[in-house]
Every structure is written in C-alpha cells, then in structure tokens.
C-alpha cells in the first residue's frame, strides 16, 4: 500500500494501517510520510505529556484522563516513550491491565514509542508520531514518559502542558525539585491524594512552583474533571513565545538525537581519547559530518 | 601581552595572568589560546569531579582534597561549575569560608565557571580550561557541579573519576539513585558518616551501584586519605574504552552547547511555532546552518 492507501485505511478505522504508519515515523521513509501528510486535513490536536517518578500513577491518570476525553467525544491516542519497554517500537499495546477499558474503543490508540538511550534527545520519532496522529483526526494524544533522568525534559519540549504527577510525602516534593521535574511542569496532580500528607505536600510544592496545583485520586476517578479544566485553562493562555520555547527544545533535542547516532562519531571520540585530536576540533568535525547539505 | 607571554607570566606564578588566560576559554580567542597551547610542554593534569546533591558537602570534601593534594606536594585547581553563580564568569574567587585556608596558596587557583542556561551542553569552556591549568603546570583539577538536572552529566564527561557525595539517610540514596547520580558515579562518598544511618545508607547503596562507596566525615577530615586511595585506584584501571566514552560525551555536549547559542535557531524555532516550518527540517537546516566549514 502507499502512504496515501494507508492514510485512507487508517482515517476509515484500520488500527493495522495506523500502526503501520506509526512504525513509519521511525524508519527511513519518515520525511517521505511527513511530506504526503502535508497534503492532509489536519484538525488541531492537543498534546498532553504526563510524567512523574515510577509509581505516581502516570498510567491510572492517563486512563482517567482518557475516559474524560471520551465523555467529550474526543478521539484519544496514548504514546508511551518508555526506554526500558519491552515493546521494540512497533506493536499495538493492548495489554496494560489501566487501560484495559479502553482497548476496545475504536476511537483510543495506546502505543509504545521506543527510545534509543536514556541521555539526550527527544525519542525521534515522537513529532512525527503527533503529525500522524493529528492526520487521523485524534484530537487529544497524551504522552507518557519517566520523569528521571532526561525524559521530563523530552515531554516538556514536545507537550503542552506537561503534567507533573506526584504522591504525598515531602520526599516526592523534594525530589521532584530537585530532579528538575517542577522547572519543566506546567500542571502539578498530587494523585492519591486521599492519602495522609496530601495537603502538607501541596503546600512544600506550592513554596516551589507557582503553577497549578491538583489534588486527584485517580484510582477513584476524583479531581480528574478540574484536571481536564486546568489543561484547558493552560492551553487558552498559550501565546507564541510559549510555542516557540517548546519548538527550539524540539529542534535541539530532534539535532542531539542526529549528532548521537553520527556513525563518525565513535572514531572522533576515539581520536580524543587518544590524544590525537582536540575535543573542540573533533566537535567541528562532527558538525561538518552532519551537515545535511552534504549528505543528501 | 601576546598569549605566549601571558602564559610565561602564568607559570612564573602570576595569578592575574592565569585568570586572564581562564577568561579567554569562554571567549572568541579559545581557538588561537588552545593553537598556542599546542606548543607548550604539558605534564598530564587529573580531573576529578565532585558532585551531589546540594548540601551534601561537596565543597568542604573538596577543601580537604585540596588539602590532601597539597600535602603531596601537587599544585591544585578548583573549578566551580556553577548555574547559579554569582560571579559573571570572570573573577578569581577569594571568599568561599570553606577554601578560606588555601585563598593565600600561590599553588591553589580557585575559579567559578559560568555556564549558560541550565539544561543540556558542557560548560562551553570546561574543556578548554583544563588545558590551560595543564599548560600551567596544575597536576590536579577539582571540578565541582551541583548534582542536579544536567550537571551530573557534564561532570562525568569531563572528569574521571566522578565522585558523588551524599549524606547519611535513606532519602539522599534512594533519590541519587532516582535522579540518575549513581549511573555517572565512579566512587560514591557518604559524607558526615559519623551521624546515624551512615551503615544503612551504605547498605542501600551498595545494592544501587557496584563502584566503591566510602564514609568520610570531610569537616574532621576523617576518611580522606582512603578516598586519595580510591582515586588513585580508579585511576590505575582507566582503559581506553572508558576514555572513548568520556570523550564521546564531551563531543555531542559541546556539540549541543555549540547549537543552543546559534544565531538562527530562535528563527527557526518561531517558524516552526507558527506552523510554517516542519520540526525536521528545521532539525536540519539547524544542522546545515551550523557545519563550521560554511562558517570560517
């Protein structure tokens, strides 16, 4: 099928063919994708990250802010950028016990984005991802990353607002700080929020933030209609400074993802270690090398 | 003064012409400063970096393996890598309490590095002041980072080994462990290890991370000739492989410091906001725009 076949597939309800063109934005047929679906209707879609430590309840939020969206008549899709998922980029997950509700609506796409190494770099695939998703007329696609190490950095870029969630307990607060999770959040959910401490946290977070935020049980469905009204309220206050901060983090993380996986790279590296080459030179050496004009 | 003579001026003990040739790292002159230095007889310098969480007691260990250093005869730099400095990357700094002891040492050269925004990218001159501190005849170079967000990172890039301090307590582990420290760590340090806990941190952290862990109570200077050791140690097992991978880290965050800071990206970056620009093609003319042959 060609990309115009599949397109046609996917927007007719082929969940096969949406994932065929999802697996695309991966592989090296992504600009030829991303230039038939400039062709394409688009409707604006909205994109939701949510993150926060393993075991905040990124999945249970995601499932309920799903169902919200459903309440709406939104079409919803969840991309997943796991680097430690089992899933090698290129599956339909359907098997996420959360999401089970969902999984038989046609209208919900849940799917795993790999990534390839944890440090820098937005997983590469993920804008095209969106720009695919939005071609289909999903409304709503809402990402899900760890928020250790560089992924809180890679949904802030990419989504608007990144969701921080959080537990009760001053040793969330605290490290979300100082993991500079809080710099990146737009929205704050203390999820499981029913639990002692709640309220104390919000206020230690409430010293280092000044964005909203949420107490929500997720589990129980609480908190999760005035969630869906502060991503609302964040998006009307969008301006373009806001868009084009979060377009130059894109456009660096996407170039780090470019230089990473430079196959000159290594013998550069090698070449410093050595001693023979100067690490700025090598630096210049792999800027040249990656020039697209010379490697068309 | 020509660069030569300045270096001249330097290794006779000029501590203004050093902080001059320091200044020039971070200016349009590191080229022909680093050419210049390419003549210069360099005896091989050590990099250790010391980093942590903050209060962790990162500058009061540093002190004491100034101290220690010194005891041994070798000539020692500091250089504090600072977002949050205050000092506009410039001044030699005489007024840090805990390096107090060593401010009138002629052979201890304390100095703040600024760095440019927070996420992302080595301190741009790191690299190129500690050739400098090497010309001059420095055998070890202390780096110090605050063990937050991206420093970590940077630190083990440049500095080998990396050394990460903590502090007794169950927190301070279990959120190295989660903010990424322990993965760039080559020795961890549990400083104030005479207060309560230090065992049990110690314990847990040996089931996080297989590199040396030591306890030292740096304000009574207690511990400290065993952890001189366990650098020395470090040091003696350094392979090639492991150069390679520092001096890979060093290229692509130099890379990406090198693209944060051009001229075109913010235009880019609003094309891309306003829709008008696809995010990979912006990637590439990013990349296109930044080779160093089109720009002599």
């Given at each position: 099928?060609?990309?115009?076949?599949?397109v046609?597939?996917a927007?007719?309800?082929?969940?096969?063919?949406?994932?065929?063109?999802?697996?695309?934005?991966e592989?090296?047929?992504?600009?030829?994708?991303?230039?038939?679906?400039?062709?394409?209707?688009?409707?604006?879609v909205?994109?939701?990250?949510?993150?926060?430590?393993?075991?905040?309840?990124?999945?249970?939020?995601?499932?309920?802010?799903?169902?919200?969206?459903?309440?709406?008549?939104?079409?919803?899709?969840?991309?997943?950028?796991?680097p430690?998922s089992?899933?090698?980029?290129?599956?339909?997950?359907?098997?996420?016990?959360?999401m089970?509700?969902?999984v038989?609506?046609?209208?919900?796409?849940?799917?795993?984005?790999?990534?390839?190494?944890?440090?820098?770099?937005?997983?590469e695939g993920?804008?095209?991802a969106?720009?695919?998703?939005?071609?289909?007329?999903?409304?709503?696609?809402?990402?899900e990353?760890?928020g250790?190490?560089?992924?809180?950095?890679?949904?802030?870029?990419?989504?608007?607002?990144?969701?921080?969630?959080?537990?009760?307990?001053?040793?969330?607060?605290?490290?979300?700080?100082k993991?500079?999770?809080?710099?990146?959040?737009?929205?704050?959910?203390?999820?499981?929020a029913?639990r002692?401490g709640?309220?104390?946290?919000?206020?230690?977070?409430?010293?280092?933030?000044?964005?909203?935020i949420?107490?929500?049980?997720?589990?129980?469905?609480?908190?999760?209609a005035?969630?869906?009204?502060?991503?609302?309220?964040?998006?009307?206050?969008?301006?373009?400074a806001?868009?084009?901060?979060r377009?130059?983090?894109?456009?660096?993380?996407?170039?780090?993802?470019?230089?990473?996986?430079?196959?000159?790279?290594?013998?550069?590296?090698?070449?410093?270690?050595?001693?023979?080459?100067?690490v700025?030179f090598?630096?210049?050496?792999?800027?040249?090398?990656?020039?697209?004009?010379?490697?068309?």
């Open positions: 099928m060609t990309i115009d076949e599949l046609a597939a927007r007719g309800g082929s969940i096969r063919a949406a994932g065929r063109l999802l697996s695309m934005v592989s090296s047929r992504r600009d030829e994708l991303l230039d038939t679906l400039d062709g394409v209707a688009v409707r604006a909205q994109v939701i990250g949510v993150t926060g430590p393993p075991g905040a309840g990124k999945s249970t939020t995601i499932a309920v802010l799903v169902s919200a969206y459903r309440g709406r008549g939104k079409r919803v899709a969840v991309l997943a950028v796991d430690s089992p899933y090698s980029g290129g599956a339909l997950l359907g098997d996420r016990i959360r089970a509700a969902h038989d609506d046609p209208d919900v796409l849940i799917r795993s984005v790999a990534t390839r190494g944890h440090l820098g770099g937005l997983a993920v804008p095209a969106v720009t695919v998703l939005a071609a289909l007329s999903y409304d709503v696609v809402l990402i990353t760890v250790v190490g560089q992924s809180e950095i890679e949904v802030a870029a990419i989504a608007d607002p990144a969701v921080v969630v959080l537990n009760p307990g001053a040793g969330d607060a605290i490290q979300a700080a993991a500079g999770l809080l710099e990146v959040a737009d929205i704050v959910v203390v999820n499981k029913d002692e709640a309220d104390q946290t919000v206020r230690d977070l409430r010293a280092e933030t000044g964005v909203p949420l107490k929500i049980v997720a589990a129980k469905n609480e908190g999760i005035e969630l869906v009204e502060a991503v609302d309220a964040h998006l009307r206050a969008d301006d373009p806001r868009r084009a901060a377009a130059r983090a894109q456009v660096l993380s996407l170039a780090q993802s470019v230089l990473r996986s430079h196959p000159d790279l290594d013998h550069l590296a090698a070449e410093v270690a050595r001693g023979r080459l100067d700025y090598a630096t210049k050496s792999l800027l040249r090398l990656a020039d697209p004009a010379d490697n068309p």
